[in-house]
């Protein structure tokens, strides 16, 4: 369906007659409201632009509806069917106004895709199927996503040379952090100050201990405390889908997308730097260069598969992938590990690498299991996660250092783009070998060459 997609409307070859008791092109609306739903599932589950359109295109080329453009941007989805040039066509549209992280829904959604794509499915069943998903319960509760929560900051905390009491009050700072981002979402708050409030109770901890301690050791552990909090926290998911939406071609979408990771990153930095600039006016001095990452290779890889399974939990994914997603995690983190500490590469070498190793193997694993590659991908991206860099940045704008700030925020940046990039050039080099080459090229390529 994806390179179907990429042809234009014109040259797209007639689908064979889907083998149905019923005849489906005479409830056109009906086939193309389904589609819309099933898309605005798949877009507010954070599912990729492309990979939205296909599967849209899927639904209405498995029912009979051959000339379809389906339309994918950040809140509207649209479709058109036009039976033929001198028929007037009918289009439909819906808008997603609600964004939600539940991966087993998503799984679900998938599978429903791949049963109708295969004529398994009849339009009726088709509809009690989705009504079924979306009345589907989490799988995790909130006091497990909470205890997830805390355990992934005390993971992070780990990765960046924290002890086993930093360990102990990086999960209560989370907790509690988790437990008032709950609380600003009840009273109706934008997501902004969720993650404003979530990142204030990590930072709190941190600086509470960095005034009850003032040797350099101690200020380590406050600094891994500060970090640990942080990781929980990175838009991840938006990110690599974003990045993966420009490099695809739909720049709108891409666009929207990384301008929410903007404004949710925004959210963080006010959380954290409003507790360090009240810690350093109170005299409670933090020194960046004691932040290092210890070598630690058992404990941190330890760490880091926690910190995926952790994660797991947090994205409510299905619990079969649970285990792959973490040993993805852990399989990136070696990876890092070997080519930053062992080898002496840069730290966008081997985050790239490493991601991109995530990408491939996602990609792998979601064509095993014909479901989206997103379950396996943004848990085992979260040991890479610069979440040291941001901190380091934002102490420094607490210390009245801007340049010092500006850089290392910059690092940030630089290797939160290197794990989106790597985790797409890991997508597209399994779709490579998975897929036979075929003459169309993309959408974007083709964009970028001008023709």
């Keep these: ?19 149905r008791a019923e005849d489906a092109t005479s409830a ?22 492309e990979d939205v359109e296909a599967a849209m295109f899927g639904v209405a080329h498995a029912y009979g509806l051959a000339r379809c453009e389906a339309t994918v941007t950040f809140t509207l989805i649209s479709i058109t069917h036009q039976p033929s040039l001198v028929d007037p ?47 589907n319960r989490h799988p995790y509760a909130k006091w497990q996503l909470t205890i997830a929560s805390g355990l992934l900051a005390g993971a992070a905390s ?29 009273r109706g708050l934008p997501e902004f100050y969720q993650f ?11 600086v509470g201990w960095a005034a009850g301690h003032t040797s ?15 990781f929980a926290l990175l838009p991840g998911r938006a990110l690599v889908a974003g990045v993966q ?46 932040v290092e990452r210890a070598t630690r290779p058992g404990v941190q890889l330890a760490a ?3 910190l995926s399974l952790t994660f797991c939990v947090l994205l409510q994914q299905p619990r079969r992938t649970v285990l792959p997603a973490t040993l993805n995690g852990g399989v990136a983190w070696l990876i890092y590990g070997a080519m930053h500490d062992t080898a002496g590469l840069s730290p966008f070498a081997a985050t790239a690498v490493g991601a991109g190793m995530v990408g491939l193997f996602a990609q792998l694993q979601s064509r095993y299991r014909f479901t989206s590659s997103l379950p396996y991908v943004t848990a085992a991206i979260g040991p890479l996660l610069p979440g040291g860099a941001v901190y380091l940045g934002l102490l420094g704008f607490a210390q009245g250092s801007v340049n010092t700030g500006l850089e290392n925020l910059l690092t940030a940046v630089t290797l939160a783009l290197a794990i989106a990039i790597g985790v797409n050039l890991g997508s597209e080099t399994a779709r490579l070998f998975i897929n036979p080459p075929t003459p169309t090229p993309r959408r974007g390529a083709k964009r970028t060459r001008g023709f």
Excluded: C, K
């Design 1 to 19: 369906m994806r390179s179907l997609v990429r042809l234009p409307l014109a040259e797209r070859p007639a689908p064979e007659p889907p083998a």
């Design 28 to 49: 056109v609306p009906r086939v193309l409201d389904l589609t819309l739903r099933i898309g605005e599932l798949l877009l507010a589950g954070g599912e990729g632009a």
């Design 89 to 135: 066509p009918v289009s439909l549209s819906r808008t997603v106004r609600r964004r939600g992280t539940d991966y087993n829904r998503l799984t679900a959604v998938f599978q429903l895709v791949d049963d109708i794509s295969h004529g398994e499915v009849t339009l009726e069943d088709a509809y009690g199927r989705l009504a079924t998903i979306r009345r």
């Design 158 to 186: 780990t990765l960046v040379g924290g002890n086993w009491q930093v360990f102990l009050l990086a999960v209560i700072g989370a907790m509690v952090g988790d437990r008032l981002a709950w609380l600003a979402a009840g």
């Design 196 to 206: 404003v409030a979530a990142a204030m109770a990590p930072a709190l901890v941190g």
């Design 216 to 230: 350099g050791a101690d200020e380590r552990q406050a600094a891994a405390m500060i970090t640990g909090g942080l």
């Design 245 to 290: 939406d420009g490099l695809t071609g739909y720049y709108l979408t891409a666009s929207a997308r990384l301008l929410e990771v903007v404004y949710l990153s925004v959210g963080i930095v006010v959380g954290v730097l409003a507790v360090l600039y009240f810690g350093e006016t109170s005299g409670v001095r933090l020194d960046p260069d004691v």
């Design 304 to 306: 880091a598969l926690l």
